[in-house]
Structures are given as C-alpha cells and as structure tokens.
C-alpha cells in the first residue's frame, strides 16, 4: 500500500471512531438528530449512486425503495419481530419490487427509463396514501424506552455499510463493468458485458440499501404517515444529493449530504422551506456547469494548486490514421 | 348504471381535451428540440396562477385573460431558455435528453416552492359568475365553462396544426425535426426554431394551466401531476403525431374518469401511470407513433 | 474566390484534417478527391460552418467565414448538399425545394431558381406533390442538389454525389453538375470516384489521411497512389 492509501485508511478509522464515540461525548439531542439526518441523507444518496451514478441509470422513483423499507421494518418491528430481522426484511423487499420492475424496465433506455421510475414512484406513494392513511405512532411500551442512541448507531451502521459496500463494488471488475455501460453501452455489450446483468445486480444493491435506509427511518421516527417517506421529495434529496456531491464517486454522496443538512439548517430561518428552492438553483448549475458536482470542483482546485513550476505540459501525440 | 357512466365519459372527454393541449405543447419541444423538458407542469401552474391572480386581483374573465397567461409564459420561455437550454442545444441527442431531463428536474422543484413559498398550498379555484351554468342534453349535464376550455383547447391545436402544415415557419419547424443539419445548410437558424419550438410549448402550457384554473383547480404542487400526466399522453400518443396526442389525451381522461367512477377516486391517478408504465414496457412508440428505426 | 489555409480540425480528440489549404476560383469546377476517411466531408463542413476549425482560417472574397454560422454562411452564398443527399422525406418535392429559398434574397428569387431546376431536373416537377421518400435514389440527389441550388449559392459544394447511384444516373447527375457550373456557379466537388471526378474537372486536389498531398490537373494527378489506385482499381 502506498503511504497517500495508509494515511487514508487511518483517517477513515479515526473518523469512524470518533463518529462511534458521539453519543458519549455530545449532550444535545439538537445535535445528534442533525448528524442523524446527514447519515440518513448519505445513505440515501449512496444507495442511489449505486445505480444513478455507477451505472448511469437515473432513478427519478427512489422513494418507492426507501418507502418500502420504512413500511415494511415498521410493520415487522411493530409486530413483534427482532429489529434485525425486521431490518432485514425492509432491505430485501424493496430488491424484490426492483427485480420486478427492474427486468421489463430495462428495456426502456436512458430517459424512458427515468419517467418510468417516476411514474412507479408515483403509483407506490399513491397506493400507499390511500392503504395506510393514519399515522403509524410507537406504543407505548416503546416510548417509554425510547432512546436517542441506539437509533444513531443503527442510522451509523447503515451508512458505514452502505458507503462500504459502495466501495467495494466501485472497485470490483463489476465495477469496472458497469462504468463501460455507463459510458458507452453499446460498446460495452460488444465486449461482452451484460448490461442487463449488470444493471440488475446494481438495482437491487441500490434498493437494498434504500430499504435498510427506510427500516432506520422506521426505527427513529416516534411517529409519522405511512406515505411520508414514499413522497416525491425524498427521490429529489437523493437525486438532488448525489448529483451536487458528484455523482459516480463515493465521496461525491458524503459531501452532498453534509452540505445539504448544513445548508438545510443555516437556510431554516423562515417557516416555509427556501433550502429547496436553493438546493434545486443548485442542483441545475450544477448539471449545466460542473457535472462532476463538489468533488470535480475541489479536484479543478487541487489541480490548479498541483501544477508545479518547470514541468512541461506534455501535448497529446496525435493518433495515426483516422476518419 | 348507464347515465353515470355516460356522464363520467363527459367529464373524462371534457378534461382529456385539456390532457391532449398540455401533452402537445411537451411533445412539440421535445420532437424539435429533444429537450425533455419535466418541469412542463409546473409551467402549466404558472399559467393558472396568471389567470387565477388576474381574476382575483383585477377582475379580468378567465377566457379573456388567456392571452396573458400566454404571453406570461412565452415570456418566461425565452427567459429559461436563454438562461439555461440554450447551452444543451449543442448536445449528442442522448445528452440532450438527459441533462434536460435533469435540469427541467431541478427547476420544476425551484418553480414548485416559489409558488408554494409566495401563495400557499391552499388549492385555488377561479368563480365566475357563470361558473355554476350547466348545459343538460341528452341526460347528461355538460358545465359550460368546461366545454368551452374543450372547444378552445381544439381549436388551438387545428390552429397549431395548420400552422405546422401550412406556413413557412411551421415547415421550417418540421424540417428541422427531420433533419436539422439539412436544414442548417438551407439558411435556416436552427437556434430561432429552437427558441421557437420551446416557447410554444411554454405557452401551450400556460393555455392548459389557465384553462385548468376556470375549470377546476390549482396548487403549487399540481406541476409533477400534470408533468406526468403529459409524458404519459404524449408517449400514448407517439412523438410526430398531435391528432394522435390529443386522442390520447381523451383516452387518458377517460380513463381516469372511469375508474373513478368505477373502483373510487383514490385509484384515479393511479390509472394513468399504470398506463403509461404497460405503454412503455409494450410499445414505447405509442399507440399511434412511429417505430423509431 | 474560396480559400483555407491552415485548416486544422476534427472531433472531439481526433484531429482529422491537418494543415489543410485550397483555393477555387470564381466559377471553376474544382473536386477535392481521396480515400474514404481522408477528411473530405470534414473539409466541406469546415467550409458550410457546420465544424469549426481548430486552426486556420476560410475566407470568402476575402472575407474570413471561420466564426459564422452555418445558416449565415449559406446566405453568404455557399451550399452544401450532403452526402446521401438528405432530403426531407416528410415534405413534399416542393416544399423540400421551397424551404431552400428561406433566407430573404432566396425568397426574391425563388420563382426563377424553381423554374431553374425544373429545367434542370424535370423530373422533379413531375413529381413535385410527392412525397420526398418516396423517390428513388437518384431522384432523391437530384432533388437536394435543386434544393441547394434554390438558395442561389454563389459556391455549391456536393458530397460524394455519385454515392450509391447506378452508373448511368451518375453520369447524369454529372452532366447537370457540369451544366450547373456552365450557368455560372462556382463548384467544389468531393467525389470518392475519382474517375468521373477527374473527368468532370480540370482541377483536383488530393486529400490522404487530412493532408493536401497534391494539387493539379488529370495526367499530373496519377502519380499520386491513391488515385491511381482509384482509377485503374
């Protein structure tokens, strides 16, 4: 390993070990609900990299994956189940609807795709809505022992695995894979990869991700409707997220989601939300100028800082033979 | 049994009149310019925002104040296209739809919370005095104000037609959808057909929106339903063809109304978009569009 | 009348023409003839503004074009057909024919260029209410070339006219190319058939590989491998 990969990975270790540590050391629950939000936004926006970023299929519906989680860790837990199996289950049944939709939906290429995913977003919030319109509300039994901190562990967990699981597939030949049909999937099929294979197995990472997601959302939250979380601005966070940290890398996730809660909270001085409104002027500059979101950004940066005085820059040799 | 299922065949006509004029402005940008513009319904608000305010605020009859709501929209057309689609113009067509996609995206988002941030959630509705007049024939009860936002609606879209047909702009518009690189090497501007195209189509929405706000109602959020319903309508109803669009346009309507009818108004939205996921999944060309070779 | 020097141009990373300069003068035929892939299309759409040059510059009557686009150039005067003709195959013979007279001196003049190329090509006026797909190959070229003439270029640039088309037709379309340039319009020709090229011309210029590699007239142009590869293959 190289010293740059040594001194990341101890970096990493620290941070994780000082996130461990936070309910010890921090006393207000103000703060440890905003960390609680940043996870939950990470980890939304890194389960929909995982197929909007890696793959290159822009999933407008995500909430459909997330909501499900929610409900059914909810209805599990409620019932009697362990939480981790509850858990669990939040995780798998969202791959199952992925699978479902995810083999005729594949068909449809790049934007059919994506208003396909809308509209399913649509259909489950609907349905939802009209199924389960009272509010889901903790027993009492369980308010009683309501506490703050295993819930940030559960939400810490989910994020550590997410964005775990996020790295190692990015780094996988799978990986590899789906970059190629990202780019150029034509191509990539010529070469043998299967893009519906591949995109598959994204899909379903990607909805059980959301899923374990929604199952701590379900965990946390004392009380709220069952068709909240199916809503249509969780699938614009997790766009909107992904694609102002940088879509395709797996810090790009992180720093959107620490910048959206932080930008969320400093925005929050008039009742109606304003953060939206800037967060979407945000997400479109971005798409028009700086694809690459905040991480292209600080890499245009430490490019400009990186240029060292003396060292030529090598022009391309122009290729032999062309069209 | 038949007089109900008769009249919600009425309504659902009547308001699929309105489905076709909003999915025709989408499909007339998106055939020319292959931008996808998703943010269209919250365009279409707009437009019944115009005329909701003119009303309440000056007095002015809905019908009469739907040249402004019109212009509102061409005008904030030529501003968001300058601005922003202007610069994906150049594009690879798939790019193009994407990052259109995306943009229009994040700024139905912006336009849906200014609109909730300045005027509420409250749902609006515009009464006139002769929003309550009723045509009864035949058993079945026709709101005035409903049919005539269908009649305006057709009329528009013969108008549009014949403009696509028969003037010299409108076939320039039709050659560019063909050909633009042809067209270019003919003298034609392709960024004044854009600009036009894309215009239009923001001004159709606005026609739509106000027509909505007199007939039935508006919110600020109203923009993804009626985004959806259009990308439903104009995939029914296959890109190249408006007859075809509008005539889904009713099917839709009709459809939604029936259902209503039938299993409850919770399911009604619902309709559409299983619709359009069996269209996309069975024949993404739509029902009357041509295969894409 | 026409002139580059210096072109240098190509898509995205790939430089396709390399330090490319030609002149035509008012009212010549001149053919620009190569191999496939020799950036004979890229040099005509450097010149209609369709690709813009990396390096170098057009200059019509002096005039430098290189900023311009497309649509502006075309009123300047210079018509590009494009390979494989490109008609419109939704719109009818005459309304293909009627969108070439867009800009406002074509319009003036759109009557005598329509009685023009239906002297030309009067099997367009036969079937000037069809539908433009369906005609056959030939028709179809000979209807973007009416259709190129129709804006009353000054200079009309044709790309690979003679592709796909029997060779009867090609010597018809030919003839018209020949007949058009008689009539005062100045033509620079990319033909991949240098034979007929070489025969319609008097002056050719030979591209390989993006690069001007000679200029000249039939005899002197043989020596060069490509095209005698071309004409005795």
């Known amino acids: 390993m190289t010293r740059k990969q040594v001194l990341t990975t101890l970096l990493g270790l620290v941070l994780i070990a000082a996130m461990a540590l936070v309910p010890m050391y921090v006393k207000k629950d103000s703060t440890i609900n905003l960390i609680v939000m940043v996870l939950l936004y990470v980890s939304l926006a890194s389960s929909w990299n995982i197929l909007g970023g890696f793959a290159g299929q822009v999933n407008l519906g995500h909430a459909a994956f997330f909501g499900l989680g929610t409900l059914v860790t909810r209805s599990l837990w409620l019932s009697g189940w362990p939480l981790w199996a509850a858990m669990l289950a939040g995780g798998i049944v969202p791959v199952l609807l992925g699978l479902l939709i995810g083999i005729p939906a594949f068909k449809l290429r790049g934007a059919y795709f994506s208003i396909g995913t809308l509209a399913l977003g649509q259909v489950l919030y609907v349905i939802v809505g009209n199924r389960w319109p009272l509010i889901t509300s903790l027993p009492v039994k369980y308010l009683g022992s309501y506490s703050l901190a295993p819930r940030y562990y559960l939400f810490l967990g989910v994020a550590l695995v997410t964005v775990g699981a996020a790295y190692i597939l990015m780094r996988s030949r799978f990986g590899l894979g789906l970059a190629a049909i990202r780019e150029e999937e034509d191509a990539a099929e010529s070469l043998g990869v299967s893009a519906r294979r591949h995109k598959i197995l994204a899909l379903s990472l990607s909805a059980f991700f959301a899923g374990l997601t929604g199952g701590a959302f379900a965990f946390y939250h004392v009380g709220y409707y069952p068709q909240f979380p199916f809503g249509p601005v969780w699938s614009f966070d997790a766009v909107t997220i992904a694609f102002i940290g940088g879509t395709g890398t797996i810090i790009g996730p992180i720093v959107g989601g620490i910048f959206y809660v932080v930008l969320k909270e400093l925005l929050a001085l008039r009742l109606v939300e304003i953060h939206l409104t800037v967060f979407g002027i945000l997400f479109v500059l971005i798409v028009l100028f700086l694809p690459g979101g905040l991480v292209e950004a600080w890499q245009k940066v430490r490019d400009a800082f990186a240029r060292r005085p003396g060292r030529p820059k090598v022009g391309r040799p122009l290729p032999q033979g062309e069209n | ?293 | 009348m026409l002139e580059l020097e210096g072109i240098f141009a190509g898509y995205k990373d790939l430089t396709v023409l390399r330090d490319i300069s030609l002149r035509v003068g008012a009212g010549e035929l001149v053919a620009l003839v190569g191999p496939n892939g020799a950036g004979k299309t890229t040099t005509l759409k450097v010149i209609s503004g369709l690709v813009r040059p990396t390096a170098g510059e057009v200059r019509l009557d002096g005039r430098p074009l290189t900023k311009e686009p497309p649509h502006r150039i075309v009123q300047m005067g210079i018509s590009q057909v494009l390979e494989g003709g490109r008609v419109f195959t939704g719109l009818t013979v005459l309304e293909n024919l009627e969108l070439g007279a867009f800009g406002a001196a074509a319009r003036k003049a759109k009557h005598e260029n329509l009685k023009r190329v239906f002297t030309l090509f009067p099997r367009l006026e036969e079937r000037k209410h069809q539908r433009a797909g369906t005609l056959s190959g030939g028709e179809r070229q000979m209807l973007a070339i009416g259709r190129a003439l129709m804006t009353t270029p000054r200079l009309l640039m044709l790309d690979e006219p003679s592709f796909g088309l029997a060779p009867i037709l090609v010597e018809q379309i030919f003839r018209m190319i020949a007949e058009i340039n008689k009539q005062g319009v100045t033509v620079l020709l990319v033909e991949q058939n240098v034979r007929a090229a070489l025969e319609l011309t008097q002056r050719a210029y030979v591209i390989e590989n993006g690069r001007i590699v000679g200029e000249g007239s039939g005899d002197s142009l043989l020596s060069f491998e490509s095209v005698r590869s071309a004409y005795l293959g």
Do not use: C
């Open chain 2, 1 to 293: 049994m038949l007089a109900p299922t008769i009249q919600s065949l009425v309504f659902g006509i009547l308001i699929g009149g309105l489905f076709g004029l909003a999915a025709v402005g989408l499909s007339l940008v998106f055939g020319v310019t292959k931008f996808l513009n998703v943010s269209h319904g919250e365009l279409l608000m707009l437009g019944g925002y115009t005329s909701f305010w003119l009303f309440t605020l000056y007095r002015v009859d809905p019908f009469v104040g739907l040249p402004l709501a019109i212009l509102a929209l061409v005008v904030l057309g030529v501003v968001l296209y300058k601005l922003i689609f202007t610069r994906m113009v150049k594009l690879s067509d798939e790019t193009k739809i994407k990052n259109t996609m995306l943009v229009g995206f994040g700024l139905g988002l912006v336009l849906q919370n200014v609109a909730l941030r300045l005027w509420t959630a409250d749902d609006r509705g515009i009464t006139t005095s002769y929003s309550s007049h009723v045509i009864q024939a035949f058993g079945v009860r026709f709101p005035v104000v409903r049919l005539i936002s269908f009649a305006i609606a057709v009329v528009v879209l013969l108008a549009l037609q014949l403009f696509l047909k028969r003037t010299y702009t409108g076939k320039a518009i039709r050659a560019t959808v063909q050909d633009w690189e042809a067209a270019t090497l003919l003298g034609i501007d392709i960024h004044k057909v854009y600009l036009l195209s894309f215009v239009m189509g923001a001004g159709l929405a606005g026609l739509a929106g106000g027509l909505v706000a007199v007939g039935y109602s508006i919110k600020p959020d109203m923009g993804l339903e009626w985004t959806l319903i259009s990308l439903i309508v104009m995939v029914l109803g296959g890109l190249g063809s408006f007859v075809g669009t509008f005539v889904a346009g009713l099917v839709v309507g009709i459809a939604q109304s029936l259902t209503s009818l039938w299993l409850g108004g919770a399911y009604r939205e619902m309709v559409a978009l299983l619709l359009f996921l069996l269209v996309l999944v069975l024949r993404p060309q739509g029902l009357f569009g041509v295969k894409e070779g």
